[in-house]
């Protein structure tokens, strides 16, 4: 009986040191310690930890590569619970640790022992959120780029209607106003000296072309006449704004940008004719309207005819307030132009 009672003393005895021995060893510093980014399993950092020879390694892993391994001088205070980096330059950074089993608190920092249970638990659990996040991301990704694509076909079909309204705008005026226009200056008519000089200018519209010129008329014993520069250019018309947030596109110059167009294709359609673009314009507080040429020689400046949208029975030019009407200017001959 007594032999019984020594045995099992002796085997509880063996037990405890088992136990002991296991604990010591799981708590156990010296070791690599391993702290994986949240979001993906293939970034990690990796501390080695060789509390005799007090150094450290600290090897940084980034999409599974690794990048950089830096070696630190490293002291344990197991009493206070201080673990202390010290750099090649001297300084030293001491933070508060915790060992528990496999896991290893240094600050806010939780690493995992390399190998173990609990390690391969974490990498498996970030893996899936990763896997699952780049499954929402591809699908996120899917979603935007058909959504870009509708709004793309769609701001390419709002941009047609916008090319038609020019178009439709461009070729009834070339109609409308093709001929001949002259400033309603001209000489006094109540001047009834007998020397007197006056200017006028005449426009000509014809065949897609505008022409303008200036002239200078004395009259007394002879009829003097000083002709200025004709100014010719290919018409061009108006050029509204186009919507390109979505496709490559670059403006052209000299674009008004104080036209709102409507926002839908059929508020751009509504638009049919050149008194309906005055009202729509009118509405939304714009008061004139200029048609661009493009000048013919090398050098020179482009006529541009101005619509004032109160009377579109008249015609303007720039650097003047005077009207442009069919009938030649008081007291000019048409002899008195060249166009």
């Given at each position: 009986?007594?032999k019984t009672k020594k045995k099992l003393t002796l085997l509880a005895f063996c037990c405890g040191m088992l136990l002991s021995l296991t604990a010591c060893?799981?708590?156990?510093?010296?070791?690599?310690?391993?702290?994986?980014?949240?979001?993906?399993?293939?970034?990690?950092?990796?501390?080695?930890?060789?509390?005799?020879?007090?150094?450290?390694?600290?090897?940084?892993?980034?999409?599974?590569?690794?990048?950089?391994?830096?070696?630190?001088?490293?002291?344990?205070?197991?009493?206070?619970?201080?673990?202390?980096?010290?750099?090649?330059?001297?300084?030293?950074?001491?933070?508060?640790?915790?060992?528990?089993?496999?896991?290893?608190?240094?600050?806010?920092?939780?690493?995992?022992?390399?190998?173990?249970?609990?390690?391969?638990?974490?990498?498996?659990?970030?893996?899936?959120?990763?896997?699952?996040?780049?499954?929402?991301?591809?699908?996120?990704?899917?979603?935007?780029?058909?959504?870009?694509?509708?709004?793309?076909?769609?701001?390419?079909?709002?941009?047609?209607?916008?090319?038609?309204?020019?178009?439709?705008?461009?070729?009834?005026?070339?109609?409308?106003?093709?001929?001949?226009?002259?400033?309603?200056?001209?000489?006094?008519?109540?001047?009834?000296?007998?020397?007197?000089?006056?200017?006028?200018?005449?426009?000509?519209?014809?065949?897609?072309?505008?022409?303008?010129?200036?002239?200078?008329?004395?009259?007394?014993?002879?009829?003097?006449?000083?002709?200025?520069?004709?100014?010719?250019?290919?018409?061009?018309?108006?050029?509204?704004?186009?919507?390109?947030?979505?496709?490559?596109?670059?403006?052209?110059?000299?674009?008004?940008?104080?036209?709102?167009?409507?926002?839908?294709?059929?508020?751009?359609?509504?638009?049919?004719?050149?008194?309906?673009?005055?009202?729509?314009?009118?509405?939304?507080?714009?008061?004139?309207?200029?048609?661009?040429?493009?000048?013919?020689?090398?050098?020179?400046?482009?006529?541009?005819?101005?619509?004032?949208?109160?009377n579109l029975e008249e015609l303007h030019t720039f650097n003047t307030d005077q009207a442009f009407l069919k009938q030649l200017s008081y007291g000019f001959?048409?002899?008195?132009?060249?166009?």
């Open positions: 009986m007594m060893k799981s708590n156990k510093i010296d070791d690599t310690w391993v702290k994986y980014d949240e979001s993906t399993e293939l970034d990690k950092t990796t501390w080695k930890i060789d509390a005799k020879a007090n150094m450290l390694a600290i090897t940084e892993y980034e999409n599974g590569e690794q990048e950089e391994t830096e070696l630190l001088s490293l002291y344990i205070d197991k009493e206070k619970g201080l673990l202390t980096q010290v750099t090649n330059d001297g300084d030293r950074e001491a933070y508060p640790f915790t060992v528990d089993k496999d896991t290893l608190t240094i600050g806010e920092k939780t690493f995992y022992r390399e190998g173990s249970k609990i390690e391969k638990e974490n990498v498996t659990e970030i893996k899936k959120t990763r896997e699952k996040n780049e499954k929402e991301r591809k699908k996120r990704d899917k979603e935007e780029k058909e959504k870009e694509e509708k709004l793309k076909i769609e701001e390419q079909a709002y941009n047609k209607a916008i090319e038609a309204l020019e178009e439709r705008i461009n070729a009834e005026f070339i109609k409308k106003y093709e001929g001949d226009w002259y400033s309603e200056d001209g000489f006094n008519r109540d001047n009834t000296n007998q020397y007197q000089t006056a200017s006028a200018t005449k426009i000509t519209v014809k065949d897609n072309k505008i022409a303008s010129q200036s002239s200078e008329v004395s009259i007394g014993d002879e009829r003097d006449i000083r002709k200025e520069e004709i100014l010719e250019g290919n018409f061009i018309g108006i050029t509204l704004l186009r919507k390109y947030e979505y496709n490559d596109y670059e403006q052209p110059e000299n674009v008004p940008t104080n036209i709102d167009l409507p926002d839908s294709i059929e508020g751009i359609e509504k638009i049919e004719t050149l008194a309906d673009f005055a009202d729509y314009l009118l509405k939304n507080n714009v008061e004139t309207l200029s048609f661009s040429s493009q000048t013919t020689k090398y050098k020179g400046k482009s006529p541009v005819l101005i619509l004032n949208l109160y001959k048409e002899t008195d132009f060249d166009i």
